[in-house]
């Protein structure tokens, strides 16, 4: 039997249960009742019968005759007919006079006159008034008996009246009397089933027809399904309610745990919030940048038959396939530049060996001086002497052949110092890339003849870490109208084609802002540039990614132009 029909069948139970102990309750009170007030008639009635003057004088008459009369004496003696009278009158089951020891003086019974009443008139004859409920030779019955005194001498007791009402009649009051308590107890009863079917569709609705062992079920299974993905989970319910929030969603978004909070005013990304707007399409992807990280994001709605069940939103983590994306290009730039040089190299060892075919062993010797002097390999980037650290030589190095390739010339600025060694080229790798790039890019979109990229990298000592100074400019166009602040929101970008296949576009300079200042560093626009050159310039600060090499300087930071949001 399911749990919804067992509630049924309780929840009717109990409501028939709860009717019926009203109803009987209900009924008894009223019996009580009826019971009372037919106690207090007989007692008014046995009252007025005791204080008639005529039948206090018969009685006393016949309590001084020596012995009882005979019973037909009784039966046609004025005793008799007001006590009739007085029954008929008001429908008592009896009235019944006794003298003072108790003997019938007046019975509906003739039969009975002259014989010991059947309940104890004890009471009565001592003077004291009393109500009952017992069983007599008329059977049972609820009255009175009142004492009967002698109309010469008040204080003297001459016999007693006794009245009482048939239980039957109480029974046909009771009856009449139920019929509202009947009514009331079949509308509580008929009020209660609907109650009761009602609360059940809702209980259905509310639990999707599932039983109580599939709900906890359930429940095992999403908290270990939740809380063991990588992956971000955002439950939005139907009202706009946040109802599920996983750890991965408050690790991956750096915030707290949101459940039970509405949906359009948490403190979440302003991207996932138009992710399920009614007009959003369902699933659609998007890239953002939030707590440091490079999050997929995308929202499906959630039906379960035809009932709106909210929104699912999922969130995945990039952050390492962007830097590790990063890493590759960085290498695949230094890979072409090799291979580039690689066929300079060759050209200069066939010269070599073609001066010596032919005896020429001074010229030989000459290149050879020139070859040492600048070096056997030799990237297009002007004053590249100026970096003594191997790994930016040769990323920047990298970034010039790529530059050259697009026309551009990448130029170190004369004031670039670095004495220190990458301790961290990851983040380097990510913020001094992205600042190149977007500076080619620029100067690619510009309007200015010549097309050069100006590099300035300037490091400081720290012993938690020195910290590296860039700074780039660039010969393109500027900002233009827009603001500064404008080129770091998540998603800017001018660029119509992405520079590299996979890369995505407008996250860029949000990112690396955040990676900055999650150091302690910043990034920002120092110049926003003009129209027709030279264009923005962008300084960036990266704490503690250098090791010392000497004593400490103090570098004044670092620019990088940015046009296409990269």
Known sequence: MRFSTQTLLLQLGVVLLVVLLSGVVHAWLVYERIGDEAENQALTLARTVAADPDIRADVQAISKEEGTPPPDILAAGPLQNAAEAARVRTGALFVVITDETGLRLAHPDTARLGERVSTDPSVAL???????????????????????????????????????????????????DIAPIAL???????????????????????????????????????????????????GIAADGRISVFNAAAARLLDMPDATGQDWTSANVPEQLKQLTRPAAQDAQAVEIVAGGRVLVASARKAWHRKEDLGWVVMLRDRTELQQLTRQLDAVGTMSAALRAQRHEFANQLHTIAG?????????????????????????????????????????????????????????????TLVRGHVADPQDVTTVLGNLIDNAVSAAVAGSAVERWVDIELLDEQSPDGGALHIVV???????????????????????????????????????????????????????????????????????????????GTTGTGSTTREDNGG
């Open 355 to 415: 001066f010596m075919s032919i005896g020429q062993h001074d010229s030989a010797k000459d290149y050879l001086a020139r070859i040492s002097a600048t070096g056997p390999l030799k990237f297009p980037v002007e004053q590249a002497e100026l970096l003594q650290d191997p790994y930016l030589q040769a990323f920047v190095g990298a970034k010039g052949v790529e530059a050259s390739e697009r026309g551009v010339a990448l130029r170190i600025g004369p004031e």
């Open 126 to 176: 001592a003077g004291e008034e009393i109500t009952t409920r017992n069983t007599g030779t008329l059977g049972p019955s609820a009255g009175a008996k009142v004492p009967v005194y002698s109309p010469d001498a008040p204080g003297t007791i001459v016999g007693e009246v006794s009245v009482g009402y048939s239980v039957e009649s109480l029974t046909k009051s009771l009856v009449r």
């Open 473 to 551: 400019a660039d010969s393109g166009d500027g900002l233009g109208g827009l603001e500064p602040e404008e080129v770091f929101a998540e998603g800017f970008t001018t660029a119509e084609h992405p520079v590299r296949p996979g890369a995505g576009q407008g996250l860029g300079l949000a990112l690396v802002r955040q990676l900055a200042r999650r150091r302690g560093g910043d990034v920002r626009v120092l110049e926003p540039g003009t129209a027709g050159g030279p264009g923005a310039v962008f300084m960036a600060t990266i704490p503690g990614v250098m090791d010392g090499a000497g004593s």
């Open 184 to 234: 009331t107890a079949g509308g509580a009863l008929l009020a209660g089933v609907l109650a009761s079917f009602l609360l059940r569709r809702r209980l259905q609705r509310l639990t999707l027809g599932l039983e109580p062992e599939e709900i906890s079920t359930l429940v095992h299974d999403q908290v270990a399904v939740l809380q063991g993905v990588d992956d971000g989970v955002i």
